[in-house]
């Protein structure tokens, strides 16, 4: 455990300084998405959006959260959370979109049949 | 390490307070994992639901006020500020500036629920709900809805002219804004009572530069609840 004063983040004191800055830098990057999120940016609202909500969250979970000075196997558990979230929605996504079309079939024809009868 | 003098902040299983330390902040990690994949099936359904219905989130989220969800993002970001802060304060030994600054953390998680609860209530006397609820104005079946909402809410004579498919989907976007949100809210009450308890243990000298593992796994809970927010609110208010 020789060089764990290097890693470990037990006594590490972040200064006031940064800890305003990162606080104002969050507001800000609020108000640009809601300005942004007013916009009419053509179909890349979403990405926008969500690269806003990516840089906000990376800024809390290094600074706020401490994993710039921490151990580096805390960041990989946040890091494996965040992959194994995208790798649910990547396959949920695609799952369903190959279906879509057959789902709406099936509705329409029912639709059409209750009100037949 | 001698155990006739056994510190009384380091359990026996422990070498030393800094591998308590950095085993404490693990265990806090792994239970922030399961919180982000606990979230994660909402967010999932979220967006399933939203790449086959895009048209239905645009008219829905027209009924979300954009400026009452931004000011509770600033709400809940003062609050990350005041809890990070608590953790340098508590590194530094400033006993009373950390209850302060919990303190303030809890006020703003406090205030973030009370413009919560007027989004709620404001939904719920409009009929806003997830289509199967009593009051919701979202049924497939005009029939269906109660009276009260038809003559005393402001959103009936628009919505009753909808497509019923579409009526019921809204029904649906609604019924995970509620999700959602109400996943969250549970965490900031949660929050609430977590720095409380941990400004009483403050207040009694549990805590000091070298033991302060509550403050620090505290504030990252409420960070993790800081991070969620920070998604959901473009994700519901700003979609145009």
Request: with cysteine.
């Amino acid at each position: 455990m020789s060089d764990s004063h290097d890693h470990s983040s037990a006594g590490h004191v972040l200064s006031l300084k940064m800890l305003a800055g990162t606080f104002v830098a969050l507001l800000l990057l609020t108000a640009l998405t809601v300005a942004t999120g007013k916009m009419d940016l053509h179909g890349f609202d979403l990405g926008v959006a969500m690269i806003i909500a990516t840089i906000k969250a990376t800024i809390v979970a290094l600074i706020f959260m401490h994993l710039k000075w921490d151990r580096p196997f805390n960041g990989y558990i946040f890091l494996v959370a965040i992959l194994f979230v995208g790798m649910f929605l990547a396959y949920v996504v695609v799952d369903t979109n190959t279906y879509q079309n057959d789902i709406k079939g099936w509705t329409k024809e029912n639709i059409s049949n209750s009100t037949a009868e | 390490m001698s155990s006739d003098h056994h510190d009384s902040k380091l359990a026996h299983h422990f070498d030393d307070l800094e591998q308590q330390f950095d085993a404490n902040k693990f265990g806090m990690w792994v239970f922030l994992l399961t919180e982000i994949l606990f979230f994660s099936g909402l967010f999932v359904a979220y967006a399933t639901y939203r790449s086959n219905h895009p048209d239905v989130f645009q008219y829905a989220s027209q009924f979300l006020d954009t400026n009452l969800g931004a000011v509770n993002t600033a709400v809940l970001l003062l609050s990350s500020f005041t809890a990070a802060w608590a953790v340098r304060a508590v590194q530094l030994g400033q006993k009373n500036l950390v209850t302060t600054l919990l303190g303030i953390t809890v006020l703003c998680a406090c205030g973030f629920m009370a413009i919560k609860y007027m989004e709620y209530s404001h939904k719920y006397h409009e009929g806003l709900l997830w289509g199967n609820a009593e009051h919701s104005i979202f049924k497939e079946n005009t029939a269906d809805v109660a009276s009260s909402v038809r003559e005393h809410g402001h959103h009936w004579g628009d919505v009753k002219d909808l497509d019923p498919e579409f009526r019921r989907q809204t029904g649906i976007f609604f019924g995970i804004y509620f999700c959602l949100t109400g996943l969250h809210g549970i965490h900031v009450l949660l929050g609430i009572i977590l720095m409380l308890w941990l400004m009483r243990r403050n207040m009694r000298g549990d805590f000091s530069p070298e033991k302060y593992d509550a403050v620090d796994c505290g504030a990252l809970y409420w960070h993790l609840v800081d991070l969620i927010w920070i998604f959901l609110f473009p994700l519901l208010y700003l979609i145009s």
